[in-house]
């Protein structure tokens, strides 16, 4: 018995020590596989002992976070029940309808309207308490502030950040102390920081999953849902079933997440009553009620692989390895690589110079080596950069102790790949197909260094057809963006260039002044820009220093042999054909390359565009006049004229 007590302490301490990082935005200890293992067998052996500690998460509904004001919940946020097993759905829902929807991986929150208005914004902490971060209303998508219903109203959800965006943002991050294991990870220290405008930035999004409380008496959940909806609340996908039908569900549901269908992180599906009032008249623990709803994580699948070698990995100021084996089958996919973090997690697995990796896919979808056996011989940290050459050197983190590779070049291409991303974006060139990513693949292979080496990518395409992820679709679509991007709007390719503090705004008034021409003999003759109404010295003091280096100067007389900066008219034209006239434009355009270029004409042409349609707009451009979107209903309210693109041109073009 003392054995069991030993090993039950131990088990306990070490998943509270995972769930306080993990509720609060710190490091991974680790992941979702072990831990569920380590639950697992806790749970085992407290039904075996009936010894079970007061702080065991079998007993807890979550773990508190470390900041913020703390206030009670008007209703405790339980935990749901939790399985691994399609049978056990099918028994719970017995001879009832229910409802399937993702067990979405973020961080739930509960929010309260009263009269119409959002009130509160709580974390759901421990269960009981949470911490108020109403402050945050305007930085999280997802949820409206004011809504139709009057009486006091509940919701619950989950706020998550995609893969994708996680990705652009990890990627950004440069001090490694601040990057984050997962999306999960991400969303939980975002909603932590005091800055509004950064959570803003890392466009957190509320995923609502069940209506907790509203004065009508809506006995459905599937009708409450769509009730949240049709308020303008954006709520989790759904199937309504029973079940003789949950195995099929499921198995299509898995699917849809094993063929990288979701961007959003999930990390299991949950199943609950429709009928609401059945669902509350459940026996209720500390723990879960028994009714509320009923989890269902994967089983996680597993599969051992020979290490073949570790790729080293530049990225903003990092150095990463990857794991690179033998191609293994891991949920109907061939997975032959896996991130290793950095030099302290290959310590931690205990990763030789020859090994096997039992490897999984993280929740269906992220490759991840959780254990290394038959090691041998210790692996080899490079010495050099793989993007520029430069000397490497290792450094540990004050603040986790951890251990990670840099390159020590401080003008290494990987480290600036925020200018990339600049350059490449709508509002620069214009170039679709390069993501973050996909310009670090590049930037490892040696393809990119300086902004020209886009134009030069047709000499690596045979490389880059056989690389992962692409083929020949993708990269004959990069190649026609990269080309179609030489023909370059001149107020776009200011901007592109990333000069300090030059942005759209700046770019238009310098080209409305003297034209792409005027602009360039202004940085040469050093004449500068203050002149220019709204520039000022300290804009014009940033680009005349900008051109100053030689780096910046030479990147941008061998970026003018690659494209063609197209000929602008100039000072807006006082009496141009769109004087006086303020413009909505909305949905895709077809004449103009992009809605950049097409505000460029409206306002040189003497007109305004706007984001919102209200009654001083003139006119409301969409190519879909008769949708019944949000711009074009409030259009044809204020009785203002919807036009195409193509009206636009005939009569203003």
Not at 382 to 390: H, L, Q
Not at 410 to 421: L, N
Not at 611 to 625: A, I, Q, R
Request: glycine share 8%; charged share 30%; proline share 3%.
């Amino acid at each position: 018995m003392e054995d069991y007590k030993i090993r039950c302490k131990e088990l306990v301490r070490r998943l509270n020590e995972a769930s306080e990082a993990y509720y609060n935005g710190g490091e991974e200890i680790m992941s979702n596989y072990e831990w569920d293992a380590m639950f697992d067998e806790l749970l085992s052996l407290e039904a075996e002992t009936g010894y079970v500690l007061p702080d065991s998460p079998t007993q807890n509904t979550g773990y508190e976070e470390n900041n913020g004001e703390r206030e009670a919940h008007e209703f405790p946020a339980l935990s749901l029940a939790k399985t691994k097993q399609v049978s056990e759905l099918i028994k719970w829902a017995e001879e009832r309808k229910v409802w399937l929807s993702w067990k979405l991986d973020g961080l739930t929150l509960v929010l309260t309207y009263d009269g119409g208005k959002l009130t509160r914004i709580l974390t759901r902490g421990n269960g009981v308490t949470g911490t108020n971060i109403t402050y945050l209303k305007n930085s999280i998508k997802g949820f409206p502030l004011k809504i139709k219903y009057k009486g006091h109203l509940v919701v619950r959800g989950e706020a998550v950040i995609s893969y994708s965006d996680f990705a652009l943002i990890n990627d950004t991050i440069e001090d490694d102390d601040e990057k984050y294991a997962n999306p999960r990870n991400l969303a939980s220290g975002t909603l932590s920081l005091d800055d509004a405008e950064k959570v803003k930035e890392r466009r957190v999004h509320f995923h609502a999953f069940t209506l907790v409380y509203l004065e009508d008496n809506i006995v459905s959940w599937g009708e409450r849902m769509d009730f949240l909806e049709r308020e303008g609340f954006t709520v989790v996908d759904r199937e309504k079933t029973d079940a003789a039908g949950i195995a099929d569900v499921v198995e299509r549901w898995t699917k849809r997440v094993e063929n990288g269908e979701m961007d959003l992180p999930v990390d299991g599906l949950v199943i609950c009553y429709d009928d609401t009032d059945y669902a509350a008249s459940g026996s209720v623990t500390g723990h879960h009620a028994a009714k509320a709803g009923y989890a269902f994580k994967w089983q996680d699948v597993s599969a051992l692989s020979e290490l073949l070698y570790v790729e080293w990995s530049c990225a903003a100021s990092t150095i990463s390895p990857v794991a690179v084996f033998a191609p293994v089958q891991l949920e109907g996919t061939t997975v032959s690589r896996a991130s290793l973090c950095n030099i302290s997690e290959m310590e931690r697995l205990g990763i030789g110079e020859t090994c096997t990796l039992e490897v999984i896919k993280a929740n269906k979808i992220i490759p991840k080596c959780i254990a290394v056996k038959e090691a041998s011989g210790a692996f080899t940290i490079p010495e050099k950069c793989p993007v520029c050459g430069a000397r490497t050197e290792i450094r540990t983190s004050p603040k986790s102790k951890t251990r990670t590779l840099h390159c020590t070049n401080p003008d290494c291409s990987a480290k600036h790949v925020k200018k990339f991303t600049r350059f490449v974006s709508k509002t620069g060139m214009d170039i679709d197909g390069l993501s973050i990513q996909t310009m670090l693949k590049f930037m490892n292979e040696g393809f990119l260094k300086e902004f020209q080496d886009i134009y030069h990518l047709s000499r690596h395409a045979e490389e880059i057809r056989q690389m992962e992820g692409f083929g020949e679709k993708s990269c004959e679509n990069m190649m026609k963006a990269i080309e179609k991007s030489r023909q370059a709007n001149p107020v776009n390719f200011i901007y592109a260039l990333c000069i300090p503090m030059m942005g759209i705004d700046a770019g238009k008034k310098i080209i409305a002044d003297g034209g792409f021409e005027g602009f360039l003999e202004r940085l040469e003759q050093k004449k500068g820009f203050e002149d220019i109404d709204g520039i000022g010295p300290e804009k014009s003091g940033s680009a005349l220093l900008w051109y100053e280096n030689d780096k910046n100067r030479f990147s941008l007389e061998a970026l003018l042999k690659e494209v063609t900066i197209e000929k602008t008219a100039g000072k807006p034209d006082a009496g141009g054909k769109c004087s006086g006239l303020t413009f909505v434009i909305t949905g895709e355009v077809h004449h103009y390359k992009n809605r950049d270029e097409f505000k460029a004409y409206v306002e040189a042409s003497g007109g305004k565009v706007t984001g919102s349609v209200t009654s001083k707009t003139s006119y409301l451009v969409n190519n879909d006049t008769a949708s019944a979107s949000s711009k074009n209903r409030k259009a044809k309210e204020l009785g203002i004229p919807i036009i195409s693109e193509e009206e636009f041109v005939s009569r203003f073009g």
